[in-house]
């Protein structure tokens, strides 16, 4: 692994996407696989660049289903490897990650969204946040992570990477074109300060060949990769721990299948990233995720500041595992929940689940294909403390 | 008295035996399975290569799951058509893997066309083994790209209308270095071959003619005779005979992808180097 | 300063992003200043509506597009006509006469016509019209230094085109400042 190529701590303007490459370098991550797709080539072509300069592979692949195969191979390979798409390659990678949730393979995705279905357009979207928890066909869960800054895309990729390893999933950072392209001053901490996870090793707790089971020991379990001895099968039929594919019964599947949820889910606790705002005394709430939090912030300050509205915000980093139990408890009784979204209003659905019984009304405040503006998200919350 | 290959191979498991495979009796994947492991054996043992240095990838069909359910090697038994993909992965994760991809003619030549087609363009080093039987035979005899013409099966009841894919030209044309097709009546040529395409920088295609004795709907012993009858040796063939080619097509030289981008990494090694002797 | 915002608007092609970026990078790193550079164009390389903009704070910046703009660079008509109204009382607008037949009527803002195309003819060519009305666009800038400006240039331009690009720059800094003397005297 080269260093010299590698950014010195300090300040760099850079774009989200590209923000996202150097998070991926710093997080250890020298296979990247890619397909162009606006707004995410940035992401693609950043990896074409840095890659081979820190000593890693890059490789443009003929289409987003097999970029994200790939993604499969390397990470078995023993590598970190990440893919950059938009939201009409994110439906062609959903087999990949349905085999990377049964195989429990780490790998990163990032998703930088634009507005569908279809073609839709080449703007800011986040229609694809129902599709990364349950796009794939089958059960299990993922992680997903909503970055809303220049400098998220670049420490959200290392978290990704981390959750990755730490928790044997796949992890879709939902990005979108305004933070993608978004350009801002970007720090870049010491390589020493950075919080780095890699996988756990059998050869690290001393388990032999023999005694390895690829899916199962541990609710985590350990990963040997291929070319260490380790004669290690990766599956994608549902299978007993050690990768033996016979024998099926519902039992099997269901133990087999429950675990890897469970895995996530159980699990929601250590993963799940929230930030919140001005919540002592609220009678309504913003819960937003991604860029528009942005602009959620300056609507919940200009709104207290200038016309004294008791709202509170609340920004969900995680979008999946859905953290109910941490919102509940965040969440006291309002009159009021208002959901920004830039779709017709996605997660107001595990949200108005959660949270029935804590607010009187729940709003969704869609804006398609566009970041919100404050005026946008004032006008309704003002609309509807008039009702 | 044991068989040589199985030492390569799971006996047994947790789950109890695994052997014998579930493939059919007189299927041709098994003996295709076997001429690999030999060539695979004789070369860990005269160019003393690691065996955990090998990898097998296979992606959906009877051929497929050969892989990770019987072989005491590093495998993956991923999905229809993108075991190309996969093995692509691995080999940007680590170029050393010896990488074989067993795969059937509907998922090299169907579902996983484009991807087969990338990876001979760019010449990835690694040992494609088609098994191809003309149908799919684990769904239950359909047609397939590689289905002669006039052929019936379940999806063809009067008869294919469509042209037979050609695969070792396919190969040929998209940029693999070393192209041959031989039959599972040719053991030695085609053990050779294998070894021959393992051994070869760059990406070798070798196409095996496997009876499916159950959706042909005939016994395994008279498609071996007519593999046997109905093939000619290319080299050997004249104008106008109709028999089936087989031999090496093609065994060329050219540039492999990891030569060529390695490269591009040293050229920055290289100025790191620099710049630490200014 | 809480939060100062600069529009550029005009066609694909016409180097409106480029500016934008190096506004943004020159504010950024070069000022020790907060700023978020946002653009949005059309998927046609060239035609097709573009813009870009930069926020500028001393604190934080949450909303990082222009809700009201205190400078608008506007090298189209269309441009103009679709982003005149988000402009602030007594805020500045520069536009170039030879791309736009009409100019709102707007008594509360300050507007400066710099022939953007023109000038550039006599630089190299119209394609360096965005670097005049950066250059026009820096003399409304006065707390940011000519050298940091052309620093900002220096490292966002291919490096055979530097000379020529502040060349550019210069000119149109210099017909900016030969304009707001104008005004004054």
């Known amino acids: 692994m080269s260093n010299s190529h590698m950014l010195r701590p300090g300040s760099y303007y850079f774009q989200g996407n590209e923000a996202c490459i150097e998070g991926a370098i710093m997080a250890g991550s020298r296979v990247y696989a890619g397909y162009p797709i606006t707004p995410a080539t940035e992401v693609m072509e950043a990896a074409a660049r840095r890659f081979p300069q820190v000593g890693g592979r890059f490789i443009q692949m003929e289409d987003e289903i097999s970029s994200a195969c790939l993604l499969i191979g390397a990470s078995w390979g023993g590598a970190k490897a990440l893919t950059g798409t938009s939201s009409p390659g994110f439906s062609l990678m959903q087999e990949a990650i349905s085999f990377g949730i049964i195989s429990e393979t780490p790998f990163v995705i990032v998703d930088v969204q634009r507005p569908g279905p279809g073609q839709g357009y080449i703007t800011s979207g986040q229609e694809d946040v129902m599709q990364a928890r349950w796009g794939h066909h089958g059960e299990g869960s993922l992680i997903a992570l909503a970055p809303s800054s220049v400098q998220e895309m670049f420490d959200f990729t290392i978290l990704a990477f981390n959750y990755a390893e730490q928790w044997r999933t796949p992890v879709i950072l939902l990005a979108d074109e305004t933070v993608g392209h978004m350009r801002k001053r970007l720090k870049i901490p010491p390589l020493g300060e950075i919080n780095i996870v890699n996988r756990k090793k059998p050869q690290e707790m001393g388990i032999r060949p023999e005694d390895y089971l690829p899916f199962g020991g541990s609710e985590v379990p350990l990963m040997a990769n291929w070319g260490e001895g380790y004669n290690v099968n990766v599956v994608g039929l549902v299978h007993q721990p050690d990768g033996h594919v016979t024998r099926y019964s519902p039992e099997l599947d269901y133990q087999c299948i429950d675990r890897k949820l469970r895995k996530i889910e159980d699990n929601v606790d250590k993963i799940a990233k929230i930030d919140t705002r001005f919540m002592a005394d609220i009678e309504h709430l913003i819960i937003c995720y991604g860029t528009p939090s942005r602009t959620a912030l300056e609507a919940v300050m200009e709104a207290r500041e200038e016309k004294g509205v008791p709202i509170g915000y609340l920004r969900l980093i995680t979008l999946w595992p859905f953290p109910e139990g941490m919102l509940r408890k965040l969440i006291p009784q309002v009159d009021t929940i208002f959901v920004p979204e830039m779709n017709l209003g996605m997660m107001m659905h595990p949200i108005r689940e959660a949270l029935r019984d804590k607010a009187k009304r729940f709003v969704s405040i869609p804006s398609m294909g566009t970041l919100h503006s404050p005026d946008l998200i004032l006008s309704k919350i003002y609309e509807e403390l008039r009702k | 008295m044991k068989h040589p290959m199985l030492k390569y191979m799971k006996e047994t498991g947790p789950c109890g035996d695994r052997l014998p495979t579930i493939l059919c009796p007189g299927c041709g994947a098994g003996q295709v399975l076997n001429y690999t492991l030999h060539a695979v054996d004789q070369i860990i043992k005269e160019d003393k290569i690691a065996k955990e240095r090998f990898l097998f990838i296979s992606g959906i069909g009877c051929s497929s799951r050969l892989t990770t359910h019987y072989l005491n090697f590093d495998s993956a038994w991923t999905l229809h058509g993108r075991a190309p993909a996969v093995a692509t992965g691995a080999l940007l994760a680590n170029p050393e893997f010896k990488i074989i991809l067993f795969t059937g003619d509907g998922d090299v030549g169907a579902i996983g066309g484009n991807h087969f087609i990338h990876v001979c363009r760019r010449n990835l080093d690694m040992t494609i083994l088609c098994m191809n039987n003309a149908l799919y035979g684990m769904t239950g005899g359909q047609v397939a790209p590689t289905t002669p013409r006039g052929d019936y099966t379940t999806t063809t009841p009067y008869g294919n209308v469509e042209n037979s894919f050609v695969l070792c030209k396919l190969a040929e044309v998209a940029g693999a270095s070393y192209v041959a097709r031989w039959t599972t009546a040719h053991p030695q040529q085609a053990i050779r071959s294998i070894k021959h395409g393992i051994r070869k920088k760059g990406t070798s295609f070798i196409e095996i003619l496997s009876q499916c004795p159950v959706h042909a709907k005939k016994s395994a012993v008279e498609i071996l005779r007519s593999y046997k009858t109905k093939t000619v040796k290319a080299k050997n063939a004249e104008k106008g005979d109709n028999r089936i080619p087989i031999g090496e097509f093609l065994d060329i030289e050219q540039p492999e992808w990891f030569e060529s981008f390695q490269k591009i990494i040293d050229s920055f090694a290289s100025e790191e180097r620099k710049d630490q002797n200014e | ?185």
């Open chain 3, 1 to 185: 300063m809480k939060r100062y915002e600069i529009r550029i608007a005009g066609f694909g092609g016409q180097g409106v992003v480029t500016i934008g970026r190096i506004l943004g990078t020159t504010i950024s790193m070069y000022e020790g200043k907060n700023s978020v550079n946002t653009q949005s164009y059309g998927p046609e390389s060239r035609g097709g509506a573009c813009r870009s903009e930069v926020v500028i704070s001393d604190g934080e910046i949450f909303y990082p597009r222009v809700r009201m703009a205190d400078i608008l660079v506007a090298l189209s008509q269309v441009a103009l006509d679709t982003y005149i109204a988000d402009l602030k009382k007594g805020g500045i607008l520069i536009v170039d006469p030879g791309a736009v037949e009409s100019v709102p009527d707007r008594k509360d803002i300050t507007i400066f016509r710099v022939p953007t195309m023109e000038i550039a003819q006599k630089v190299g060519g119209v394609k360096f019209q965005n670097m005049i009305a950066l250059g026009a666009l820096s003399t409304q800038m006065d707390w940011v230094s000519q050298a940091s400006f052309e620093r900002g240039i220096s490292e966002g331009v291919p490096s055979k085109t530097i000379t020529v690009n502040l060349e550019a720059f210069r000119k149109g800094r210099e017909y900016g400042k030969n304009q707001s003397e104008k005004r004054k005297g």
